[in-house]
């Protein structure tokens, strides 16, 4: 069983940024399909950023050219999301997930096997 622990959640103002660390226990894979996806009070958790085994990444619309994702240079299994430009609306639980395989890299839950406990984002103005 794959255990993700988040890290890196908190309190920021508006325009500032953060940056989430998620890592992936260890295992038989070396390296795994992760996304980081957010869940706002009464709604269904939503995909924001994605990175596949070439390193390719994929972005929500709210987010793409303020949000990075990117893993770690010498642990293949810790990825960051490095969050600029925050806004209000970005207030949520992040979530950390993973998946050993996957045909294309897309925000589709069912995909990702594994997810972290989740760690709170909070913008204020």
């Known amino acids: 069983q794959v255990r993700l622990v988040e890290s890196g959640g908190g309190s920021v103002q508006a325009g500032g940024s953060l940056t989430l660390s998620c890592e992936a226990s260890?295992?038989?894979?070396?390296?795994?399909?992760m996304a980081w996806f957010r869940q706002y009070p009464g709604k269904e958790r939503e995909g924001v950023a994605a990175?596949?085994?070439?390193?390719?990444?994929?972005y929500a619309d709210s987010v793409r050219g303020r949000f990075i994702i990117n893993r770690a240079l010498r642990n293949e299994r810790k990825v960051f999301l490095v969050m600029n430009n925050l806004k209000v609306g970005d207030s949520a639980m992040y979530y950390c997930?993973?998946?050993?395989?996957?045909?294309?890299?897309?925000?589709?839950?069912?995909?990702?096997?594994?997810w972290g406990q989740g760690t709170q984002v909070t913008v204020s103005s």
């Open positions: 990175i596949d085994l070439d390193d390719w990444e994929r």
């Open positions: 997930a993973a998946a050993e395989s996957m045909s294309d890299l897309r925000f589709d839950r069912s995909e990702y096997s594994y």
């Open positions: 260890e295992s038989s894979s070396s390296r795994y399909y």
